[in-house]
């Protein structure tokens, strides 16, 4: 006898309906937000201390876990007495990032941090290149 | 000569040489702080510990003389135990600060550590903090990280000869400090930034520069004198962020002076020149209509300065010098500074004979000069002034410059390959660390531009010199390595 596969028809018609009922998966996006989940990797951004310092000290340990080589820092003595050195320019190139979260695992100081922020959107390229103001300032 | 037996193999050792420089000279390696081949041995960080015959306990071995059928053993359990034992005692008081600390990278207690100890402290109390202060002009001191060797010490010592630096304090509380008033502010005070095994002194122009791993370093020469000590240069984005010594034996030794290190500023002065105007071609068509004049500075390399006799040769055209001299020959252990402050005075003298002055009534000159801080001298403004025709190729812009039909910009010292002889006749290689402004050609281009003939590079211009001058005879790039080689009939 020839095998028509009945069985396997009607598990997925069973599964279709199962969908048109259940859960969404898609999102009317951008009238719904997206929420990511708990440690989801985006944009970066420097955190401050309690006195709204920078908590980067400039160790250029983030540059140095890297592996797409997009921080770039300039480093300079410190205007505090608490610490030796900060960075006077802090530079990450978000389109050249790998959003490994590297950077943020090689800190010492639990300074710079990925964000949920996922959204890529720029007119330029420059506009992408966030400098120490625009990190601080997230 | 006593016969040690070094980790199981017969060795023979000179008279008088320490457990330490036998493993040295035989390549066992024996981790130590405060000995440096080039200081007397001090015997107080205790990190050279090994297992010797003649004692039950573990041994200094910078300390510990060789005697005949001594057994020396500088690894294993027992001797790995004792170095720990010892970093732990030297970290109790170290902040480990080695994110922001300039020596991270190539700081000894920081490989040690990550060599012997396991990263455990059985400390529980406060450590010590101690001062963080400017000791001179270019010396800083982190006196936290300090491990209290006193190499620096004994430099200032027995080699700077003016003992600026000294202890202060006692148990773990001791630190390295200057007397008040009196900065440590010697010709060769930045060698104890070199000699500090940990981060604790620290060049105040090399302070935040650079994370040491991520800069490129090149093995080339000083040329802020005859003596060509041989450096290294640490670049970092096309900047020059620092020079070191390296040991040579037959030049400098270990040590280097402060001048010569942090001559490097105009490399990217405002001034710098970087625009063009002619060509070499122009300067030739010039220069073959007769009464040319040619002005060479002792700062030219020996490929430029054998490209200029062929010039000369061709032109016949008389050739004048440009030299610097300043002060008196100085004596620093087996470091001489030199009064002369060009590289390569010795090689223009083998090639010219005796250096001639700018030549006068020219109807056209042509001045190449290297000389960072010379600014038209007064006869060569003379001459200048008196010529109808002025070709010159100079670092910085000035009054020359202005007037010159031709100008051909020069790269300074780091920017290109080349040799220079020393005063002592030894051929040593400098080679490009940095890239020249864009539109800046090395001079050894141009000049064979100029001369009409197939464009070689240095080395290839040095090898058809080598053929021609008997002092350069035999050598070439390969022969010359990194340590230079002696010139013939030197
Ligand atoms: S997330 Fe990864 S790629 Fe991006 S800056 Fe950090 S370390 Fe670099
Ligand atoms: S690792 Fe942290 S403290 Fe160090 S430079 Fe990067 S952000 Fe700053
Ligand atoms: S001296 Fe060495 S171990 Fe100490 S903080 Fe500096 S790099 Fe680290
Ligand atoms: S400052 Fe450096 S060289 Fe001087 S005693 Fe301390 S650790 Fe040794």
């Not at chain 1, 592996?67 to 030796?84: L, M, N, Q, T, Y």
């Not at chain 2, 007397?40 to 005949?68: F, T």
């Not at chain 2, 010159?404 to 290109?416: D, G, I, N, Y």
């Amino acid at each position: 006898m020839t095998n028509y596969n009945i069985g396997s028809l009607f598990k997925g018609m069973f599964r279709t309906f199962q969908h048109l009922v259940g859960k969404k998966a898609t999102l009317e996006y951008p009238e719904e937000k997206y929420i990511p989940r708990k440690g989801y990797r985006g944009e970066h951004r420097l955190k401050k201390d309690e006195q709204g310092r920078m908590k980067c000290v400039a160790c250029f340990m983030c540059a140095t876990a890297c592996p797409a080589e997009c921080i770039r820092i300039v480093a300079g003595p410190s205007p505090w007495p608490d610490r030796d050195k900060i960075p006077v320019s802090f530079e990450i190139d978000l389109l050249k990032c790998i959003y490994c979260g590297m950077c943020e695992e090689a800190c010492p100081c639990d300074a710079i941090e990925l964000t949920p922020t996922f959204t890529q959107i720029a007119t330029t390229r420059e506009e992408k290149i966030y400098d120490l103001q625009k990190l601080m300032n997230r | 000569m006593p016969k040690i037996k070094l980790n199981g193999k017969e060795v023979e050792v000179a008279p008088g040489k320490t457990v330490l420089q036998a493993c040295v000279d035989n390549g066992a390696f024996v981790p130590h702080y405060c000995w440096h081949p080039g200081l007397s041995p001090a015997g107080n960080c205790r990190m050279c510990l090994v297992k010797v015959s003649n004692s039950r306990k573990l041994e200094a071995s910078c300390m510990y003389p060789c005697s005949d059928n001594l057994e020396v053993t500088t690894e294993g359990p027992e001797v790995a135990k004792g170095r720990q034992d010892v970093l732990e005692f030297m970290l109790i008081n170290h902040p480990l600060d080695c994110p922001i600390c300039d020596k991270a990278g190539e700081c000894d207690l920081q490989d040690y550590t990550y060599a012997y100890r396991g990263g455990v402290s059985r400390f529980r109390d406060k450590k010590v903090i101690k001062h963080t202060k400017d000791l001179g002009p270019n010396v800083r001191i982190w006196g936290s990280r300090c491990i209290a060797c006193t190499r620096c010490v004994r430099f200032c010592e027995e080699v700077a000869g003016t003992g600026e630096l000294c202890l202060v304090n006692r148990g773990d509380h001791s630190v390295v400090d200057v007397f008040p008033t009196i900065p440590i502010d010697n010709p060769v005070s930045l060698n104890v930034v070199d000699l500090c095994p940990v981060g604790a002194l620290i060049d105040r122009n090399f302070l935040y520069q650079a994370r040491v791993w991520f800069a490129r370093e090149t093995e080339s020469v000083c040329a802020s004198c005859a003596r060509g000590c041989n450096v290294k240069i640490t670049a970092l984005d096309n900047r020059i962020k620092r020079m070191v010594p390296r040991v040579n034996a037959d030049v400098n030794t270990w040590w280097m002076c402060d001048e010569g290190r942090l001559n490097t500023r105009y490399l990217a002065d405002d001034r710098r020149l970087t625009a063009s105007k002619g060509s070499a071609r122009d300067l030739d068509a010039a220069a073959r209509k007769g009464n040319f004049g040619i002005v060479l500075s002792t700062y030219q390399t020996i490929e430029e300065m054998w490209l200029v006799k062929r010039l000369a040769e061709a032109w016949k055209a008389p050739v004048g010098f440009l030299t610097l001299t300043r002060g008196e020959r100085k004596k620093f252990g087996g470091l001489v500074i030199e009064p002369d402050k060009t590289p390569n005075r010795r090689f223009a003298e083998k090639l010219f004979g005796e250096l001639k002055p700018v030549p006068a009534g020219c109807k056209g000159l042509f001045v190449l000069n290297g000389i960072p801080e010379l600014e038209g001298p007064p006869e060569l403004m003379a001459a200048a002034n008196g010529a109808e025709f002025l070709a010159v190729s100079d670092l910085r812009k000035g009054p020359l410059v202005e007037k010159a039909q031709v100008v051909l910009p020069a790269c300074a010292w780091a920017e290109k390959d080349g040799t220079f002889m020393n005063v002592d006749g030894r051929v040593q290689r400098i080679r490009k660390a940095i890239e020249p402004p864009a539109a800046v050609r090395a001079e050894v281009a141009w000049l064979q531009e100029a001369l009409g003939t197939e464009p070689l590079s240095a080395e290839g211009v040095f090898l058809q010199a080598a053929k021609e001058v008997p002092a350069l005879a035999g050598l070439d790039y390969g022969k010359l390595g990194n340590q230079g080689a002696a010139s013939n009939g030197h």
